[in-house]
């Protein structure tokens, strides 16, 4: 508080205006805030003064400029407007949606807006202007809709869920600099998470024009890491575009082709990263793809198949090298000349955008079409699969539902077969070969990261896919370790048979951020990350090794560690220069043969000791494993579920078999 009133102070002596101070951290629990943030209108001379001469000062960056780069081309054509869907149930979960508001008497929307819960959050104006007004085919009303009907605007008899709008952008698509971005992000949390609803599921298609800073996390991407470890929510944030032009600094599309850098390789370059707040570590950041190669007589898509990086999709690695974004959804493309350098909007080929509601407000149009794209309209994709999942799991904490996603995204089948390549080499073989393609996935899990994330197998166990989840929310502290056990069944393991089985661990968590903080296991209280047992480990040995008693394992075993795509090393693993453990969610995956699965498959999470002193400070998470037959040759679900029932029995713990397959040892 002194120090706040030091910069009042000294902002008194040179008629500077503060227009708004943030203390970062305000909203935590258990500790005091470590700083505040100042947005602050000063002449030259008494910002050279305060930056030289008040030491206290630990960054100082111009306002964000925030503004939607719109790709929109206009179309008459009137699709009919088929059946008007029923509303959701009274007690149905909501989505917040983050945007320029909404059109809410719009007839495939209306039934499903929560209008008595609208909210204009623009400085000067009333709380109930809420209307889209972004020109000329509105903003928030695409988002909403993509939200509501996913891929395709199809008939429903009734939405299966509430629409929440509120409204933090101008008719212009900016957030004017009267309106600090933490502030208005916290505004709105708070609005929401505390409403009658509880509002858990919040869409922000909103980022920064320009890539985020790599010193430390932005004061807008800490709010959301704040308020994600305070209430139980789960914000899905777009990856942000890159626009046609741009200044030298902030080169577009048109301005890298002209330089010679061609896609998709200008999608690697600096200018190119994840734009704030997407560098968030809680938000779930989604990236866009393409249709496919499309082509007419005058444009071609810049994509040549179908799920590759969208022309303007913004790539990672985010800050402190973590795998941004997480996930991508179809977010459609621009399209080039066949000459070369000329870019327009992909309206200009049919199907190389997303068919989105828009507005018809102004000017008057068709109710929905396939004119714009952008991350922007990825990103609810992905929002309306954790909505299904706060439906489906209503209890479960949001910490799983992103990790049911992530752990539910694939890769496309082209993507994926580099790898199986890789994984086909035998050591030492063809070298050269293997190089070329560890580089070529490593650049793609820069702009693709995990793949697209799949509603049925986020949602859904199957005869021959089984995703084992723990129940609620589990704490850990500095210094513990939680061990994970499941059976594999003897039938699975068989000697005679050899079937590949792909597994995927997801682990999710949160921890209470600091801003001041450069580094990554710094800027958290607590973090936390995961081990599994080797191939040919039994359980004791892997207790052992997880909590660092080598005394007690068996002497002369050891097995072998699963081939992980990623692995916890840099320079191991099928994708270089991009770690499992990075950030606050971790995901790999491995493809092994049936027959060389050990007897129970061990996970342990582990609890390190992060900025905070404290022996009582701790992280939450939720953790996933997925086991699948890739060729479907046997079913394992009943084995699975089989092997369960007796090891609870044997063991006399308590496990509901319907909807986790983990026992706490």
């Not at 035998?426 to 820069?446: F, N, W, Y």
Request: aromatic share 8%; glycine share 6%; net charge negative.
């Amino acid at each position: 508080m002194a120090r706040e009133t030091d910069i009042e102070n000294f902002s008194q002596g040179y008629d500077a205006e503060i227009l708004h101070i943030v203390e970062e951290g305000a909203d935590a629990t258990a500790s005091l805030p470590d700083s505040f943030s100042v947005r602050i209108r000063i002449s030259g001379v008494g910002f050279r003064d305060l930056v030289l001469t008040y030491a206290y000062i630990f960054e100082v960056v111009e306002p964000d400029d925030i503004i939607l780069p719109q790709r929109d081309h206009v179309d008459d054509s009137t699709p009919p407007y088929g059946e008007v869907p029923a509303a959701p149930d009274s007690e149905a979960p909501a989505v917040c949606v983050i945007d320029s508001g909404i059109q809410e008497g719009h007839v495939f929307l209306q039934t499903a807006i929560a209008t008595d819960e609208s909210h204009c959050f623009l400085p000067g104006l009333p709380p109930d202007q809420v209307s889209d007004l972004v020109a000329p085919s509105g903003h928030g009303t695409r988002v909403a809709g993509a939200v509501l009907y996913g891929e395709a605007i199809q008939p429903q008899a009734k939405h299966l869920f509430w629409v929440q709008n509120a409204r933090v952008l101008d008719e212009n698509a900016r957030m004017p600099l009267d309106l600090y971005p933490p502030e208005a992000v916290r505004a709105v949390i708070r609005r929401y998470a505390e409403g009658p609803r509880e509002t858990r599921i919040f869409n922000q298609s909103i980022n920064a024009s320009a890539g985020c800073r790599l010193n430390r996390m932005s004061a807008w991407a800490a709010e959301i890491d704040l308020l994600s470890e305070k209430y139980d929510i789960l914000f899905i944030q777009s990856a942000g575009n890159l626009p046609f032009r741009g200044p030298t600094t902030q080169p577009g599309i048109h301005d890298h082709l002209l330089a010679g850098r061609d896609y998709p390789a200008y999608l690697l370059e600096k200018s190119a990263r994840i734009a704030n707040p997407g560098q968030s570590l809680q938000a779930l950041t989604v990236g866009s793809v393409a249709y496919g190669d499309l082509q007419t007589d005058s444009w071609k898509t810049f994509a040549t198949q179908k799920g590759a990086p969208s022309a303007f999709s913004r790539t990672g690695p985010s800050l402190w090298n973590v795998i941004k974004p997480e996930v991508v959804e179809y977010g459609g493309d621009d399209v080039r000349s066949h000459e070369g350098t000329d870019v327009n909007t992909g309206a200009q080929i049919v199907g190389a955008c997303p068919e989105l509601i828009r507005s018809t407000a102004f000017p008057p149009g068709p109710a929905f079409n396939r004119e714009v794209s952008g991350t922007s309209y990825a990103a609810p994709k992905v929002t309306r699969i954790a909505a299904i999942l706060n439906l489906l799991l209503p209890d479960q904490p949001a910490l799983l539902y992103r990790a049911l996603i992530i752990q539910s995204a694939r890769w496309p089948d082209w993507a994926e077969a580099k790898i199986d390549r890789i994984r086909a080499l035998p050591p030492g073989e063809d070298d050269a070969t293997k190089q070329a393609l560890m580089i070529e996935v490593s650049d793609l899990i820069r702009s693709i990261g995990y793949g697209i994330p799949d509603e049925a197998r986020a949602s859904t166990n199957t005869d021959y896919r089984v995703t084992a989840i723990t129940d609620d929310a589990v704490a850990i502290h500095a210094g513990e370790c939680h061990i994970y056990q499941i059976p594999i069944p003897e039938q699975l393991r068989a000697q005679g048979q050899e079937f590949d089985v792909r597994v995927d661990v997801c682990l999710s968590w949160v921890a209470q951020p600091r801003r001041t903080r450069r580094k990554l296991r710094r800027y958290l209280s607590t973090w936390v990350d995961w081990k599994s047992s080797k191939l040919g480990e039994g359980l004791k040995d892997f207790c052992a090794r997880a909590l660092k008693h080598p005394e007690e394992a068996a002497e002369g075993i050891t097995g072998s560690v699963l081939p992980w795509t990623l692995h916890k090393n840099p320079d191991h693993g099928f994708i270089r220069e991009a770690k499992s453990n990075s950030g606050t969610v971790q995901k790999d995956w491995a493809v092994v043969k049936s027959n060389t699965l050990p007897d129970h498959f061990c996970i342990a999470v582990v609890g390190h000791e992060g900025w905070s002193k404290d022996p009582d400070s701790r992280a939450r998470y939720a953790l996933a494993v997925t086991f699948e037959v890739l060729g479907q040759e046997l079913p394992i679900y009943e084995d699975l579920k089989v092997a369960l029932e007796a090891l609870e029995a044997e063991s006399g713990l308590e496990v509901e078999t319907e909807v986790e397959v983990e026992v706490q040892e």
